[in-house]
């Protein structure tokens, strides 16, 4: 079992910056893909952005690309979504969760563990 606990949400106005941090912990997730999802009141749960275990290949929504990025420190069991430029469309809680196969994919049904979410609001 892994456990995936998001940290880094709040309140920023448009334009600004946030990082989000997820981190894992329970069983070694050696070998993981990561990836970050959101969800808007009255939403379904949309892809952000994911990560293959090296760091080597990651994937974006269109409408967080150029804007967020997705990293990882392995060594930290921690991966991140840095977000700039940020615009009230991105409020949302955000979820971080692990995939066993690592394969970078935007289907939730890809991921076997999920974290509790972290709020994030955007003002205009």
């Known amino acids: 079992q892994v456990q995936l606990v998001e940290s880094g949400g709040g309140l920023v106005q448009a334009g600004g910056s946030l990082r989000l941090s997820c981190a894992a912990s329970?069983?070694?997730?050696?070998?993981?893909?990561m990836g970050w999802f959101r969800q808007a009141p009255g939403k379904e749960r949309e892809f952000v952005a994911a990560?293959?275990?090296?760091?080597?290949?990651?994937y974006y929504a269109d409408s967080v690309k150029g804007r967020f990025t997705i990293s990882r420190v392995n060594t930290k069991n921690t991966v991140y979504l840095q977000m700039n430029s940020l615009k009230p469309e991105d409020t949302a809680v955000y979820y971080c969760?692990?995939?066993?196969?690592?394969?970078?994919?935007?289907?939730?049904?890809?991921?076997?563990?999920w974290g509790q979410g972290t709020q994030v609001t955007v003002s205009s």
């Open positions: 969760a692990a995939s066993r196969l690592n394969r970078v994919r935007a289907g939730p049904d890809e991921y076997d563990y």
């Open positions: 990560i293959s275990w090296s760091g080597g290949n990651t």
């Open positions: 329970g069983r070694t997730f050696s070998g993981y893909a």
